[in-house]
């Protein structure tokens, strides 16, 4: 054989081996989330959750902490797509759980071209009119129905007082509880918004009590939600508190003693603690193996969440826009939920309330709201 004909043959195995390891590139979900400040608890299960579902699955993915800043989360996402990689390999963002910097990065997610799958409830994410945004945990929608139908429906409320977070999330919540309380005809007799440095809740906690007020609905964020109750024990305001989804978390829970956490009940998309089918133990149980903490349902929303972009790949997605045709268009059974858009990118549509009895952290589910939305 020549030596033209060798070089012919090499060269061709050669691009032969390059385009195959171009196609090799694994795939890349980056994912974005708040891991310090105000949110930190949250946004560490949320990212627990991500990782979980990623780890073994050949998709490349880097953590990249988000902090409570819309302009840090708008760097990281600028970061994640340009960073000198092919960006033709992300498929998805997991995005973070701050209302604020989910507003932020819908018009980048839009300009990409990049789904964004996350456990926000901020309701005002998906109505922004973007084909990009896939929520995996109930918005404000769903779980204020959900805690206003209990506090009044099961646990007799007649003047329910409000107390919410000054936040994108506390506002939201507080808007669709308003909304909630007028149409069961039990409007909030007092409602008041904190910000997230406020410690001393005794002010607003009188307020409370001098307003008549026979229940307390709260909206606040994990460290909040923890000091209002303890010091509403501690002031003997003795009234049902039905708190917001921040109240399921073992790590709030963890904060008070199980005596203070007595007769206290919240709203949630799932309590994977309080489950008991053999696949939600699996998944609590390798999740406690991992990271050493109990799963909570931001976990299992975004783990849950995760695992349908793998089905979707598992499907044949390989792009961008694959993960967004998937997510639209399909119905996914998850740990927590059956998934489902709802044409707007809300995935998720039932939630439960939870209750602790004062013997232990561990709550008990004590109502299911199914398919609120309707939409399944």
Known sequence: MSALPRILIVASAL???LTASAAAEPLRIPVLVPITGFLAL?????????????????????VDDTATSPEIAVNA??????????????IAVVAPMLGTQMLALVPLADEFSVPMITVSGTARITELGSPNVFRFFPGDVVVKAA????????????????????TAYGQSGRAELDRNLAALGRPAVFAEGLDVS??????????VRDSGADALLLHLHSGPTALIVRQARAMGLDIPIIAGSAMHQPETA????????????AESGASPISETDPATRAFADAYRAAFDREPDAFALGQYDGVQMLRAAIRAGANSAADIRAYLAARRYRGLAMTYASDGKGNMAHSAVILCYSGDSRVPAIVKRYENLTGIL
């Open 198 to 207: 406020v410690k001393d809740m005794l002010p607003v906690l009188s307020k």
């Open 15 to 17: 691009l032969a081996t």
């Open 254 to 265: 963890a904060l008070l003693t199980p005596a203070e956490l007595a007769g206290v009940c």
């Open 42 to 62: 949250e946004g560490t299960s949320q990212r627990n959750g991500a990782e979980l579902a990623l780890r073994g699955s050949g998709i490349a993915f880097d």
């Open 77 to 90: 996402f600028e970061r994640a797509l340009t960073s000198g990689r092919n960006r033709e390999d992300v």
């Open 147 to 166: 805690h206003a139908r209990y506090a009044v429906e099961e646990r007799g409320a007649k003047r329910p007082a409000v107390i919410f977070q000054t």
